[in-house]
């Protein structure tokens, strides 16, 4: 599951063709990895008052530019589950392509940190989730779906 939280001004991302945009971009990068379910992709939009976000000593609201702060957490792949060297890589290109459009074209100041957790503490409607490529996650990608597998239920 990438979760993408996006910490921004008020005055950004204030209509939903432009949230739409940048969650589009941030499917198309998940998408062309060519292995995980739409549906494990959650991304929140958190507008932050003026006065409530600061970078360095000054509030956010007051610098010259927009800044974003995005964190992401994996759940559903790590870089481990690529060669070596390869994964963080991918990643950090991945995640800079997705926030092509929405952010660096538009001249504002971002950062984004992503941080990787095990799998093995997470459920999606009830369901341990499949392995990680596996047949199974073949399955519920081209279905869109949670659906029952085998190993999907604790052991009673």
């Given at each position: 599951?990438?979760?993408?939280?996006?910490?921004?001004?008020?005055?950004?991302?204030?209509?939903?063709?432009?949230?739409?945009?940048?969650?589009?971009?941030?499917?198309?990068?998940?998408?062309?990895?060519?292995?995980?379910?739409?549906?494990?992709?959650?991304?929140?939009?958190?507008?932050?008052?003026a006065g409530t976000m600061y970078r360095g000593s000054t509030p956010v609201?007051?610098?010259?530019?927009?800044?974003?702060?995005?964190?992401?957490?994996?759940?559903?792949?790590?870089?481990?589950?690529?060669?070596?060297?390869?994964?963080?890589?991918?990643?950090?290109?991945?995640?800079?392509?997705?926030?092509?459009?929405?952010?660096?074209?538009?001249?504002?100041?971002?950062?984004?940190?992503?941080?990787?957790?095990?799998?093995?503490?997470?459920?999606?409607?009830?369901?341990?989730?499949?392995?990680?490529?596996?047949?199974?996650?073949?399955?519920?990608?081209?279905?869109?779906?949670?659906?029952?597998?085998?190993g999907g239920r604790e052991a009673a």
């Open positions: 599951m990438p979760l993408w939280n996006i910490y921004h001004p008020s005055t950004t991302f204030t209509t939903p063709p432009e949230k739409d945009l940048f969650v589009a971009d941030i499917l198309a990068y998940y998408h062309s990895q060519g292995t995980l379910p739409a549906f494990y992709v959650v991304v929140n939009f958190h507008p932050m008052p609201s007051e610098q010259e530019t927009p800044f974003i702060r995005i964190t992401i957490s994996h759940l559903a792949a790590s870089r481990r589950d690529f060669p070596e060297g390869v994964g963080a890589a991918r990643m950090r290109r991945g995640v800079d392509e997705a926030c092509r459009r929405s952010i660096v074209e538009k001249g504002w100041g971002w950062e984004y940190h992503v941080m990787e957790d095990e799998r093995d503490l997470w459920k999606i409607d009830g369901v341990i989730p499949p392995p990680f490529r596996g047949e199974v996650e073949r399955k519920w990608r081209e279905e869109d779906k949670v659906s029952e597998w085998e």
